[in-house]
């Protein structure tokens, strides 16, 4: 058991869950990703959140490649700007592109220390307050899907326990996006993670057009968006692709107070 | 990762054409080389109406083409609803499209590979593609699709824009890629389009266009929008 003042993390949070059931439940999340009516980003983003909880870290997101080797944010424990732009930054360079380049984890990477290495990227962490950061490939066999991204905002090493805990919850994003019974057939899996990637690109303008809609922050439109698709048993994908394509009748989400004309006084035009 | 040939192709896309050109019709017939297919075309268009032909004008895409239109069904149609549709054996399918896979075969062919031209819920058509020896795709052939899906969905979105007010200064090209990866781009489309009351397509299409006049990165633009430094509508005038 690891925790950094002597108690679990989740026993610090006021739940009586061992580490042990915590790990036990994401797995048995990732065997519901095994049936035919599965909402590939919604279980990404419990996975992204999982890691939280059960690993010694501050941040968890999950970046995962296109067919031109491009990688990109796909799932986030926060879906906070500046966590999202960190993701970004890697499509050029950082631990989740060398670990997707090379099938081999990037583990304690020492944010001070890696200004040559990637240096928009450490500047750029550094400057949103993590300290170490820590990319772990998704990887099914020979075949390198994209990596587990894993900030820290203190000093110390992630200890190899939360590394092996780590590298087990990649291998069930890993599975969960190819569908394993799937997996053998190079065709399916591409189209998985097409269809992944597709999924994620029509979230962020679901988010656009609610953001809009409702004068909130995009953030805020995503927290929208996930707490309705839960509440009535909604996949994600499809709620935020009917939101994108204004077909969505759900009048409650669509529809709450405008932004204040006087907030908008001052802005630019385009 | 692209395979050598389909990056040259890809190359050849993005990079900057002659105001108001179209798709070069001669990379059609390289990009269906490095599929390992014996042509492709680009269909405009999603809805039961059919598809407009608007790359790849070789004979057989254009019959297999008017046989859709004609017959209402196959594949190019149903990609167009939003999911790529493999054939790798025109005669075991043709349970699904009765009327259209006799008609295909008599032309000769035997597979078919149709992929949606899209930007999440931005519809654009449907790529095409077709062998007359069945059989899937080679090994990183469909990643290679998908890729050159991508590149062709944000070429004939700017086609579409030529010779309108929205397009912006001619000449420039979208990069796949450069302008698909960021959060950002697709927020601000999804913003643009309330602002504006236009579909996602168009708002896109007026954040590229801005982004061009003002001669900055489309992130950078976006990021504007999202933080709701710049509006597109004239709503505090």
Redesign the interface.
Known sequence: MRASNGAPRAYREGVTVTREEQLVEAFVEAADTLVDDFDVIEFLHTLAGRCVQLLDVDAAGIMLADGRGHLHATAASSESARLLELFELQADAGPCMDAFRTGAQVVNADLGASEERWPRFAEAAQATGYASVHALPLRLRSTIIGALNLFRAHQGALSADDIHTGQALADVATIGILAQRSAQQAELLTTQLQRALDSRVTIEQAKGVLAERRGISVDQAFALLRAYARNHNLHLSDLAREVAEGTSTAAELLSGPQLADADTRGLERA | ??GDRMAVV?ALLDGGREPGASLPQAVAAQAAAALGVDGICAGLGTGSSGLVLAWGREPMSVALDGLQFALGQGPGLDAAAG??V?VADLEAAAARWPVFVPAATELGVRALFALPL?????SVGVLSAHRAVPG??A??A??????LA?AVTLSLLHQQSIGTERAGPPGEWPR??LE????????????????LGVS?AEALL?LRA?TYADGRAIAEVAA?V?A??????????
Do not use: W
């Open positions: 990762m692209v890809l999911a790529p493999l899209r930007i999440g819920a931005i899937p795709l090994d990183g469909l990643a290679d699709a998908f890729a991508e796949a890629g698909t990866n960021r959060a950002e781009v697709h927020q601000a489309t999804g913003m643009i389009s309330v602002q996602l007026r801005y504007d999202v709701r430094r710049l509006r597109f509508d004239d709503r505090d005038q």
